[in-house]
């Protein structure tokens, strides 16, 4: 079997655990069957009861833990990219299963699923081509969840039968600035206005209210997180941005505004090469944090970091 010629991302409406399974099933076996390389990506619990049922061919599918590699969003891309991409190149169909969005994700997360969604068709739409099946449980998702991934897919799996999105948003809108407002700080948020001469200012700012918020050995994390963003600002934001600093009872938010404005709809979500001289700032930033909320249009951008407790 040759490789697609196209990527192919396919939303699955799937009601209860036990028709993801019976659906899932299927899916990976005939992938098995015909030679082609397969990963599932889905939370714990589903891994556990899919072993079962694929027994004794469990062995021969790559497992990842949708609750470990997706904890952020945005390193999920990655994580594709790097399974898929030495298969392709060697010439072996490649096919995935990812459910990142789920009932237990917080409001913010959810909104950053949804993006990710969206950017899998603009990571890998140039091809080579291979096939992605993200599943959506109906009986615990609402019903605008479910809306939304008519939008995010081009084909959708329901009731039986798979067909293409009418809904579907295509990839010019996907790539386009995206500038969805932010929700407003959980709690009243300093603020530090900064240029190149007052980055230490801002790693000893962090570095002080993630202290208070209790992130204990996290701290040096979120600092030096908030400093490539803040370096980001002076080099590419108009020289100067504003810091603003929060923190609940989950943990501490940093968000750093400025003038700037990022055109590339995967800034922050593939590892940039070795010699690349820009780029790194908000890779290093998902890497680090829980959560990281880029939002930019020409006006200016807005890059908003999370870290729990």
């Not at 490789?3 to 299927?26: Q, S, W």
């Not at 969005?101 to 140039?126: I, K, T, W």
């Not at 963003?229 to 810091?243: D, E, I, P, T």
Request: hydrophobic letters at 45%; one cysteine or more; a negative charge.
């Amino acid at each position: 079997m040759g490789l697609r010629a196209t990527f192919r991302h396919e939303a699955l409406l799937y009601a209860g655990e036990d028709e993801f399974v019976a659906r899932i099933e299927p899916f990976v076996r005939e992938g098995l069957a015909g030679g082609e390389a397969v990963m599932v990506a889905v939370p714990g619990g589903k891994i556990r009861r899919l072993r079962e049922r694929l027994e004794p061919d469990a062995g021969r599918v790559a497992f990842a833990d949708m609750d470990e590699i997706g904890a952020n969003p945005a390193r999920i891309i990655q994580a594709w990219h790097e399974f898929a991409t030495p298969h392709l190149a060697a010439g072996r169909p490649v096919r995935g299963v990812g459910e990142p969005v789920s009932a237990a994700r917080s409001a913010d997360e959810l909104v950053e699923c949804q993006r990710h969604e969206d950017l899998l068709n603009v990571a890998f739409d140039p091809g080579p081509g291979w096939t992605l099946v993200c599943p959506y449980d109906t009986t615990a998702l609402a019903p605008a969840v479910i809306a939304e991934c008519r939008r995010s897919h081009p084909h959708v799996h329901e009731a039986g039968a798979a067909g293409r999105s009418p809904e579907y948003r295509g990839l010019d809108a996907i790539a386009a600035p995206f500038d969805a407002p932010l929700p407003p700080p959980e709690a009243e948020p300093d603020e530090l206005a900064f240029t190149l001469s007052g980055l230490s200012g801002v790693r000893r700012h962090v570095a002080a209210v993630a202290a208070a918020a209790g992130l204990g050995e996290r701290c040096d994390d979120l600092v030096i997180a908030a400093h490539e963003v803040a370096a980001n600002s002076v080099r590419h934001g108009g020289g100067a941005g504003v810091l603003r600093m929060w923190w609940t009872d989950a943990g501490a938010a940093c968000e750093i505004r400025d003038a700037g404005f990022i055109s590339e709809p995967l800034v922050g979500r593939l590892r940039p090469p070795v010699t690349a001289i820009g780029g790194k700032g908000i890779w290093l930033a998902n890497q680090l944090c829980d959560l990281v909320q880029v939002r930019s249009s020409p006006s200016g951008t807005t890059v908003r970091l999370r870290m729990h407790r």
